[in-house]
């Protein structure tokens, strides 16, 4: 079974920094794509990063050149995520979701971790 998990949120002062980790489990399959997304009080989900296994990286305007997307792994497996965020601010607010999708796009989805910016 295909587990996602998600952690690394928490608490930070506006213009702080963290760490989001994504960690998939259970699957024999190299994800072609993973990425975050995330869903604030009252709106829709929306895509933060997407990272492909080429290397090639996928921002929403409203957080480029604050975050980063990456990934680890072996080699045909980089089934680790990471979203680097920094210069945070409180309209990052959300619930951040892990999404990892398959060559023949199985989605796979987190729990969530919360963030939360405020001071």
């Known amino acids: 079974q295909v587990r996602v998990v998600e952690s690394g949120g928490g608490l930070v002062q506006p213009g702080g920094s963290l760490r989001l980790s994504c960690v998939v489990s259970?699957?024999?399959?190299?994800?072609?794509?993973m990425g975050w997304y995330r869903q604030a009080p009252g709106k829709e989900r929306e895509l933060v990063a997407t990272?492909?296994?080429?290397?090639?990286?996928?921002?929403?305007d409203s957080v480029k050149g604050r975050f980063t997307i990456s990934r680890d792994g072996a080699e045909n497996a980089k089934n680790t995520a990471y979203l680097d965020m920094n210069r945070l601010r409180s309209e990052d607010t959300a619930v951040y979701y892990c999404?990892?999708?398959?060559?023949?796009?199985?989605?796979?989805w987190g729990q969530g971790t919360q963030v939360t910016v405020s001071s």
């Open positions: 999404n990892a999708v398959t060559l023949s796009d199985l989605n796979y």
């Open positions: 259970g699957s024999i399959y190299s994800f072609f794509v």
């Open positions: 990272m492909n296994k080429y290397g090639t990286k996928t921002y929403a």
